[in-house]
């Protein structure tokens, strides 16, 4: 194990984030300094910050997948982090580098970056982190604005023709419903599989259902969750529906509806899928692979049959979605071509 003054082990959620009724309270982000002009705020720089993220986390997978959607690989580096196996859990670990070492930050453990900001840093050490490479610094982990960042501030940047996936007439709105996501499905699908009781437990399992009964609805008359161009309300959802059949239901217990029995909402999925962006940054095997080998005859589904399903082949089967759309032919609204209406 490591000795480095700034390698710690992992605080753990179910000490520090679940309340006195057995309900999941998620920690604060700590890092929420905005970028953008001005005192106070990060300076919004091209080859400054590093990205880190995780494969299995939804939160940093939003970010990965905006970056490239955007066009930003140049002007933002990344870098993924995984479990290591160690004595105590000590938590991120860039595990697919030599040595276990970033080769541009030169640290093996996540949370030595959030220890160079704040030694006294309380919390668990999280993805996504926005790291300032010149100061090794964790600046930002701010998921919730993170691709808003990214959409709005960095817009210098942007690949020419990059999508507007955060354009200004539908902003109130996209924030509105972002709200809902979060509360509702992306950490719904978290208040459910932290919950400690069984009445937390119901309560997030009934609102993720809702919301879910809610989108299918939405999506039978609309190709994508604000009409016909993808926006950043598609990629928050899509992540945790590549997470859902594949990961989550394990520990959701008993499921109503698995993601392939919603018409709309599984069509709607795979059109989001094809999009490069989309499928470079999500590692559908990744995330179904069973950790442990077990032996034995009580073995759960996904150590079963993991090894003989095609991800790729389900996720990439047709999906019709193009005739919900009054543009079949583009899933992007961009500066170029106007604004739609
Ligand atoms: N920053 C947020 C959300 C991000 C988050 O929860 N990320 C998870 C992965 S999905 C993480 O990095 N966990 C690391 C850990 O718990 O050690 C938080 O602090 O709760």
Known sequence: MSTKANVRVRPKEIEHEIDEKGFFVRQNNYFATPFGDGEGKLPVEAGRYRLIWAKGCHWSNRASIVRELLGLEEAISINLVGHGRHEQDLGWEFIYDENNVDPVLGVQFLSELYANADPDYPGRATVPAIVDVTTKKV????????????????????????????????????????????DNVNNGVYKAMFAQSIEAYNDAFEHLYAAFDAIEERLETKRFLFGDYVTDSDVRLFVTLARFDTYYFKNLGP?????????????????????????????????????????GIFLDYNTRFWDQIDFEKLWSQPHGRQEKSSDPTQKFLTKARGISS
């Open 139 to 182: 600046v930002n982990n701010d998921y919730v604005w993170l691709t808003n960042y990214l959409e709005n501030e960095f817009a210098a940047f942007h690949k020419p023709g990059a999508p507007e996936l955060y354009p200004e007439h539908l902003r109130e709105e996209i924030d509105k419903y972002n709200d809902y996501l979060f």
């Open 255 to 295: 499921i109503r509806n698995r993601i392939v029995d919603f018409k709309n909402i599984w069509g709607y999925a795979r059109d989001l899928y094809e999009i490069p962006a989309f499928k470079n940054n999500t590692y559908l095997r990744d995330l179904a692979k069973s950790d442990k080998k077990k032996t």
